[in-house]
């Protein structure tokens, strides 16, 4: 069980049609709550994180979602392993309809809109604030000025191949420049 599912859950019924009304909500959680999150994520810290907005009903069946999520985490960095420390302003939007259609299995396309889901009976918000973030997190956070360098790796006694190497029109190119 991971530290973040022992958190506590803000859980609003969907499916029931007595709850069909637009609700507000705001969740910003507690020290040791970012604590569980930061551990579940992987990370070093999330300082702050709110996650606020509205659920509404739309049309007959269907609901939207519409919220901000803000977020100061700390991370590691790809080169350094120094400390990162990212501000996260993302605007969450979901679609969550009844009329659903799964894609086939084995279909590979993409879809158009990748904010639209399957109307679940009930909806988590404490869930859908921890995929907005993890999705948000930069995945290869680097602190100012860091450059990820050139690595180069070859048999030995092979001539090892650079990425300017790689490059076949680099030296006709160098070679058709005009002289200064």
Do not use: C, N
Request: net charge negative; glycine share 6%; hydrophobic share 40%.
């Amino acid at each position: 069980m991971s530290d973040a599912t022992r958190l506590p859950r803000h859980i609003l019924r969907l499916a029931d049609p007595g709850q069909r009304q637009a609700t507000r909500f705001d969740l910003a959680p507690e020290a040791e709550e970012r604590e569980a999150i930061a551990a579940d994520l992987g990370v070093p810290a999330v300082r702050k994180l709110r996650f606020e907005g509205w659920l509404r009903p739309e049309g007959r069946r269907d609901w939207r979602l519409e919220g901000q999520l803000g977020a100061t985490v700390v991370q590691e960095s790809v080169v350094s392993l120094e400390p990162v420390t990212t501000r996260i302003d993302e605007r969450v939007e979901r679609r969550y309809l009844a009329d659903f259609v799964e894609p086939e299995p084995g279909e590979s396309e993409m879809p158009e809109d990748d904010s639209v889901e399957e109307l679940p009976a009930s909806l988590d918000l404490v869930g859908v604030m921890l995929e907005a973030l993890a999705l948000a997190l930069p995945p290869y956070p680097r602190a100012e000025g860091e450059e990820l360098g050139e690595i180069v790796v070859t048999e030995p006694g092979a001539e090892p191949l650079t990425e300017e190497k790689a490059k076949p029109f680099a030296a006709l190119r160098d070679a058709l420049k005009p002289k200064e």
